[in-house]
């Protein structure tokens, strides 16, 4: 006899997102297995992030609910279904009040999620979802749990960092913790966090499911010429300024090195600007955002991808990279050694190291062979344990197996094979 698969909702604070497409990617893993899953996103994307077809169509099927929540007859009608059940609509307005950040803003804002996550529970009950899962953990899993207990549709999320990590009790992630039937962590590192802060009597519930990729998506080419690649928010977290000062030392070297960053975000006229000043202008390409497409084909002219960042979970940026044969020079903090081993299929450096960055890349960028190397032992890397088939596979399983009553699953299933 078939088991039918729990259908899915899937909420984040903004779906698609050009910077979140591992998102899309694990959503389409998971109908790809069998699940029906609908997607729900609290704000309306901006069209900056709708950047080919597979964003735009997620957009236009997606729910948005703070549009609805604006619309005067579907926020009463919401409330008033909710109130049908009268002790689950105290409960969730009461689980508003005691879990909001101090002060007033606070109190007003969580009430504010409590009206959008009336909308979003007759929502999810009107297509019949039964289970829904939110990632990031900050103000869109709050109206996850308050639409959960609002409906009695169990509810899961992924907990990524580090900020979320930087403000715990503002985001009341113990209480998050405590109430959903698991939580996928995406790495070792970020479950240990996620363990300072909540009960111990739910930390077996804390699972490990990696972001992912497909590893099918990305082709291997012969990497020896002299370009490099930064993926990501040109934001001051991901320390471009390291990078843009290091390749200005490099280039009395390396007079042909050529950077390409792609990406935008609040640092990008500063960052334009310091390039300029370093003389950088026929050096460095900014090549704004970019679809799933696109960074593919740009890995394919990409002989090292540089990651200089500060603060990191586990980015899918160095697992795109890797998945098309590139090594990888980035920065050892949080769960980026559970994905990069030195010397093997990159290398680490110290965050905020001018001078070992630069080296890093002098070292790979004269040595070929090595550099090939690396490449070959990252592919690997990544089709074992960071492919989103498997990932969605083990993410499925949990699911399933917290809804038919399992409390034995393991903290992280072995993919292999």
Known sequence: MTTSLPKLAYLTGEYPRASDTFIQREVAALRDRGHEVITCSIRTTGPEHLVGPEQKQEHAQTF??????????????SHLRAMATPKRYFSALKLAWTTAPKGLRGRVYNLIYFLEAAVLAAHLQDQKVTHLHNHIAKASCTVAMLASELSGI????????PD??????????????ARASFVACISEYCRSQLM??????????????????????????????????????????????ILLQALANLRDIHPDLHLTLIGDG??????????????????????????QTEVAKALQKTDLFVLPSFAEGVPVVLMEAM?????????????????????????????????ALEKAVQRLMTDNAERMAMGDHSRDTVDIEFNIHREARWLSELITGYAQGKQDLPKRRSLGG
């Not at 998506?217 to 370009?227: I, L, T």
């Open 64 to 77: 948005k609910v703070l549009a609805g929540a604006k619309n005067p007859i579907r926020l009463f009608a």
């Open 164 to 177: 979320i990590f930087f403000e715990p009790h503002h985001w009341r992630i113990d209480e998050k913790a």
């Open 323 to 355: 998945a098309a044969g590139v090594p990888v020079v980035t920065t050892q903090i949080a769960g980026i050694p559970e994905l990069v081993t030195p010397g093997t299929n990159g290398i680490l450096v110290p965050p905020g190291d001018t001078r």
């Open 154 to 161: 169990p509810f899961s999320f992924t907990i990524h960092g």
């Open 196 to 241: 300072c802060f909540a009960a111990q009597s739910h930390w077996d519930r804390f699972h490990i499911v990696h972001c992912g990729v497909d590893p099918q998506r990305y082709e291997p080419s012969d990497h020896q010429g002299a370009n490099l690649l930064f993926v990501g928010r040109l934001a001051a977290v991901k320390g471009v300024p």
């Open 266 to 291: 609040p640092d990008r006229a500063a960052l334009e600007q310091m390039s300029a000043d370093l003389d950088l202008h026929d050096a460095v390409t900014f090549a704004g955002y970019q679809n």
